[in-house]
């Protein structure tokens, strides 16, 4: 079985290596493809990704290439994880807005748009290179904006499903706190990608969100750094990127004091790059943990095994809204649990949402429709409707500025 991870230059990659090493009965792969532009990183985290299935003792051979088409060629799935611009990019994400006043964050609000516009694009080239070399392959989209990358993909007719590791963060989260292996929980998970919310926790059936509630809910209050009467009044747990929303002009200030998450992530990667250069290593860096994406491996693997394998269980991930939530376009890209088969993902049955939830979602999902529209067509005035649309921008005088700013500082990565 072989698989193609395009971004495979990544400092995160060998967490997905560490992960199909250990589960290598659920997805028994025999080539692993790391594709990327980027020859140096790439040869230091091949190296390091050998050095580990090897001390594992797992068969499968590692290629490195630049070559998208001989790296898709034949796989049966691919994941796409890249980065259009790198940290420095990011970093423009995460503090040009501030200058507005916006939260500044790289996968909402005017930071995210400026990572889709940037990114989209590229992905739809890539997809069909597989489409081209490997036809039959599934591609699992872990790339930011999930949502808006996922969307675009399935409009343009790919085998694709959209992957994020906050439910299963959640899910394993509070297993912990039961004393129970994740398998045992279930999420009542609802929303989109990266604005979502935990309105029911099931264990053999029951709901013990409330009990959780009761006995946890400062600690968990204070993972997410909201209130926790805000917690313990809605009985539910919000995803942490709900907090740009709930305390947005309080993250605000805190942003504009403290240096940029894309500012600590690039020293990590200087001193991970450091350690995967080191032929003695051949483990996941501790130091690997503090860089974001917990339990994506464990994620990865599950999803594609059950694509593959056709198991038909139960895992969140990004698809097809189809009636789903009924005050969203059935075209609409939603994250909540859904039925994994050689098919692809039917999402199960979802109670009705209560209109606090339901209005920001149907509003977000309408930018997400402009957003994809300004990264497939270009065009400022595009852009600009988009951030007018966003909750978190929403003012005509910001988005006119706020565009303006992304446009020249993403100008060289934007064909149009």
């Given at each position: 079985?072989?698989?193609?991870?395009?971004?495979?230059?990544s400092?995160?990659?060998?967490?997905?290596?560490?992960g199909?090493?250990?589960?290598?009965?659920?997805?028994?792969?025999?080539?692993?493809?790391?594709?990327?532009?980027?020859?140096?990183?790439?040869?230091?985290?091949?190296?390091?990704?050998?050095?580990?299935?090897?001390?594992a003792?797992?068969?499968?051979?590692?290629?490195?290439?630049?070559?998208?088409?001989?790296?898709?060629?034949?796989?049966?799935?691919?994941?796409?994880?890249?980065?259009?611009?790198?940290?420095?990019?990011?970093?423009?994400?995460?503090?040009?807005?501030?200058?507005?006043?916006?939260?500044?964050?790289?996968?909402?609000?005017?930071?995210?748009?400026a990572?889709?516009?940037?990114t989209?694009?590229?992905?739809l080239?890539?997809?069909?290179?597989?489409?081209?070399?490997?036809?039959?392959?599934?591609?699992v989209?872990?790339?930011?904006?999930?949502?808006?990358?996922?969307?675009?993909?399935?409009?343009?007719?790919?085998?694709?499903?959209?992957?994020?590791?906050?439910?299963?963060g959640?899910?394993?989260?509070?297993?912990?706190?039961?004393?129970?292996?994740?398998?045992?929980?279930?999420?009542?998970?609802?929303?989109?990608?990266?604005?979502?919310?935990?309105?029911?926790?099931?264990?053999?059936?029951?709901?013990?969100?409330?009990?959780?509630?009761?006995?946890?809910?400062?600690?968990?209050?204070?993972?997410?750094?909201?209130?926790?009467?805000?917690?313990?009044?809605?009985?539910?747990?919000?995803?942490?990127?709900?907090?740009?929303?709930?305390?947005?002009?309080?993250v605000?200030?805190?942003?504009?004091?403290?240096?940029?998450?894309?500012?600590?992530?690039?020293?990590?990667?200087?001193?991970?790059?450091?350690?995967?250069?080191?032929?003695?290593?051949?483990?996941?860096?501790?130091?690997?943990?503090?860089?974001?994406?917990?339990?994506?491996?464990?994620?990865a693997?599950?999803?594609?095994?059950?694509?593959?394998?056709?198991?038909?269980?139960?895992?969140?991930?990004?698809?097809?809204?189809?009636?789903?939530?009924?005050?969203?376009?059935?075209?609409?890209?939603i994250?909540?649990?859904?039925?994994?088969?050689a098919?692809?993902?039917?999402?199960l049955?979802?109670?009705?949402?209560?209109?606090?939830?339901?209005?920001?979602?149907?509003?977000?999902?309408?930018?997400?429709?402009?957003?994809?529209?300004?990264?497939?067509?270009?065009?400022?005035?595009?852009?600009?409707?988009?951030?007018?649309?966003?909750?978190?921008?929403g003012?005509?005088?910001?988005?006119?500025?706020?565009?303006?700013?992304?446009?020249?500082?993403?100008?060289?990565?934007?064909?149009?």
């Open positions: 079985m072989k698989l193609a991870v395009v971004g495979g230059g400092t995160y990659t060998p967490e997905l290596i560490d199909f090493a250990r589960l290598r009965d659920d997805l028994p792969l025999t080539e692993i493809a790391l594709i990327d532009p980027d020859a140096e990183r790439l040869d230091l985290v091949a190296g390091v990704a050998r050095r580990m299935l090897a001390k003792g797992h068969p499968a051979k590692v290629v490195a290439t630049a070559d998208v088409a001989a790296g898709v060629k034949d796989a049966q799935a691919v994941l796409f994880q890249l980065r259009v611009g790198g940290q420095a990019a990011r970093n423009v994400d995460e503090t040009l807005p501030l200058q507005c006043g916006c939260v500044g964050q790289e996968t909402t609000g005017a930071g995210g748009l990572k889709a516009l940037r989209v694009p590229l992905v080239e890539l997809a069909e290179q597989v489409r081209t070399h490997a036809p039959d392959a599934w591609i989209d872990f790339t930011n904006p999930v949502g808006i990358v996922t969307r675009a993909l399935l409009d343009a007719g790919h085998r694709a499903i959209g992957l994020c590791n906050v439910a299963i959640f899910q394993r989260r509070f297993a912990a706190r039961l004393g129970l292996t994740p398998e045992q929980i279930q999420l009542g998970h609802v929303g989109l990608n990266h604005l979502t919310w935990e309105r029911a926790v099931y264990v053999d059936g029951e709901n013990v969100l409330p009990k959780l509630l009761a006995d946890s809910a400062q600690e968990i209050a204070d993972d997410l750094k909201l209130p926790v009467e805000l917690i313990t009044r809605l009985q539910v747990v919000p995803s942490y990127y709900l907090r740009y929303f709930y305390a947005h002009d309080l605000v200030e805190e942003q504009k004091s403290a240096p940029s998450r894309a500012a600590e992530v690039a020293a990590m990667e200087e001193e991970l790059l450091k350690l995967y250069a080191d032929p003695a290593v051949d483990t996941k860096p501790e130091l690997l943990g503090k860089r974001g994406g917990a339990f994506y491996s464990e994620a693997v599950a999803l594609i095994a059950s694509l593959l394998g056709d198991r038909g269980d139960v895992q969140v991930v990004n698809t097809r809204n189809n009636g789903t939530l009924p005050f969203l376009a059935d075209d609409a890209v994250e909540v649990p859904a039925k994994i088969t098919t692809g993902a039917v999402p049955p979802v109670e009705p949402v209560e209109p606090l939830y339901a209005g920001l979602i149907a509003a977000v999902s309408a930018y997400e429709e402009l957003a994809l529209e300004a990264a497939r067509y270009g065009g400022a005035d595009r852009v600009r409707n988009a951030l007018l649309a966003h909750p978190l921008v003012q005509e005088a910001i988005a006119a500025e706020l565009t303006g700013l992304l446009l020249e500082a993403n100008g060289k990565y934007l064909k149009w």
